[in-house]
């Protein structure tokens, strides 16, 4: 029985930890001009340079400085520190505009 809830309780607080993990959130870029990027690093290929009106996506933190993101369609890297979230909700990541 001890095991039991041991593993309950492990599970359901994994469960919290996950779900408090920021992927698919709407944000932006926090400065004009912010490089995305087609691989984790700044001498990489730039994708892209967005400005604050641009919507990105989130798809999945990559590691402490880098998050995998979506604009109009394409799949690139930014700089965490450069993001900065404009709502609150999640967004639907298949959802058909």
């Known amino acids: 029985m001890k095991k039991l809830?041991?593993?309950?309780?492990?599970?359901?607080?994994?469960a919290?930890?996950?779900s408090a993990d920021?992927?698919?959130?709407?944000?932006?870029?926090r400065y004009e001009n912010v490089k995305m990027y087609r691989q984790p690093g700044t001498s990489?290929?730039?994708?892209?340079?967005?400005?604050?009106?641009?919507e990105?996506?989130?798809v999945r933190k990559y590691n402490n400085n880098w998050a995998i993101v979506t604009s109009?369609?394409?799949?690139?890297?930014m700089l965490t520190s450069e993001l900065?979230?404009?709502?609150p909700q999640m967004v639907r990541m298949f959802a058909k505009k």
Do not use: H, I, M, P
């Open 72 to 77: 109009n369609g394409q799949v690139g890297y």
């Open 44 to 54: 990489t290929e730039v994708l892209k340079a967005l400005t604050r009106t641009d």
């Open 22 to 29: 920021k992927t698919g959130l709407l944000v932006a870029a």
């Open 16 to 18: 919290f930890v996950f």
């Open 56 to 58: 990105v996506v989130v």
């Open 84 to 87: 900065t979230q404009t709502k």
């Open 5 to 14: 809830l041991f593993v309950l309780a492990l599970s359901l607080q994994t």
